[in-house]
């Protein structure tokens, strides 16, 4: 497993945008997670080596997901954020994939998202 590494994260009111970025090794299968106080991790968005893209319903329309594979980095851009989108949020690698937490074996140490009205 290989250690990997957020950043960008932190504090924006209501209808701002942040960018996550995350340093990878290059793997199939890369995705975003998030978890708040008291709830599960959530898996919010995957995309393949082929550059095919997943979303959670509660993210779609205004998070993007990207990979660029040349620099090893992963990103998530974060539109319209909302009180509810406050959590840690997680960069996972793996060989499986989809949004369950179960295709990652690499995880970043997370990152906090604060959004407040």
């Known amino acids: 497993q290989v250690p990997l590494v957020e950043s960008g994260g932190g504090s924006v009111e209501v209808g701002g945008s942040l960018t996550l970025s995350c340093a990878v090794s290059?793997?199939?299968?890369m995705a975003w997670f998030r978890q708040a106080p008291g709830q599960e991790r959530e898996g919010l968005a995957s995309?393949?080596?082929?550059?095919?893209?997943t979303y959670a319903e509660a993210v779609k329309g205004r998070f993007t997901i990207s990979r660029d594979d040349a620099d090893n980095v992963l990103y998530l851009q974060m539109n319209a954020l909302k009180p509810e989108d406050t959590a840690i949020y997680y960069c996972?690698?793996?060989?499986?994939?989809?949004?369950?937490?179960?295709?990652?074996?690499?995880w970043g140490q997370g990152t906090q998202v604060t959004v407040s009205s």
């Open positions: 995309i393949t080596a082929f550059g095919r893209k």
């Open positions: 996972a690698t793996g060989l499986g994939g989809g949004l369950g937490t179960g295709g990652y074996n690499s």
């Open positions: 290059n793997m199939p299968w």
